[in-house]
């Protein structure tokens, strides 16, 4: 079975920094671009940060741009989420997602990670 | 940014019943728009890429329709699964942006 798998998440203080993990299986990681995508508690999804299949492409939402690192390691079918200078609407569950198309930042999301929930609070 | 707008944003509807949730884009987006179902506490799960292409293992009563700026799900004939949020999402430009919801509950 495709599948996705975060962890890394926690509770962190403001200002703090963050590692999120996603690892893949069941699927040929290094074809397909990966994003991450957070919900806050209660509310919508926020696209957060996409990288191409080959790491050569990197998106990233303004909201987070500066504070926050998308990369991957294909030999080890992960994709991560270096979360620095953290403020308290960071706070939400953070989703790991598969392109539905190979090669292709394309941007429809075939295959999600159950989440994994980052509270940012002193 | 492209701006997305759904509409209602809560629905009450019986099973059986056929509903439709409309999805406005701020730009024209072309047919690079998506529909997710999400159940409290789960991941969205991906119902329609490309405006009106039916995600592999979704059932039929799903549909999509629209082009440019408007969008519509439609869903047939409600059943006890399909009560959960919808979200459109447009990947045409960054950043990629969802709408803000629609909840479909039980009349």
Not at chain 1, 5 to 30: D, I, K, M, T, Y
Request: proline share 3%; hydrophobic share 35%.
């Amino acid at each position: 079975e495709v599948r996705l798998l975060e962890s890394g998440g926690g509770l962190v203080q403001p200002g703090g920094s963050l590692r999120l993990s996603c690892v893949a299986s069941e699927f040929n990681f290094n074809t397909y671009a990966m994003t991450w995508v957070r919900q806050a508690p209660g509310k919508g999804l926020e696209w957060v940060s996409s990288m191409s299949a080959n790491s050569v492409t990197t998106q990233y939402a303004d909201s987070v741009k500066g504070r926050f690192t998308i990369s991957r390691d294909n030999s080890k079918s992960t994709l991560y989420l270096e979360m620095s200078s953290l403020r308290a609407d960071d706070t939400a569950v953070y989703y790991c997602a598969k392109d539905r198309e190979q090669w292709l930042l394309r941007g429809a999301f075939d295959v999600w990670g159950q989440g994994t929930m980052v509270t940012v609070s002193s | 940014d492209t701006q997305m707008t759904q509409t209602p944003s809560t629905l009450s509807a019986s099973l059986g019943a056929g509903v439709t949730i409309t999805c406005r884009a701020s730009q024209n987006i072309g047919n690079w728009l998506a529909w997710y179902q999400q159940k409290p506490g789960k991941a969205p799960k991906l119902l329609i890429y490309r405006a009106s292409s039916l995600e592999n293992g979704v059932p039929s009563r799903f549909s999509g329709s629209g082009s440019g700026t408007e969008f519509t799900l439609t869903i047939s004939s409600l059943q006890p699964d399909d009560f959960a949020t919808y979200y459109c999402q447009q990947y045409k430009t960054y950043p990629w942006t969802f709408g803000q919801g629609t909840k479909v509950e039980i009349k």
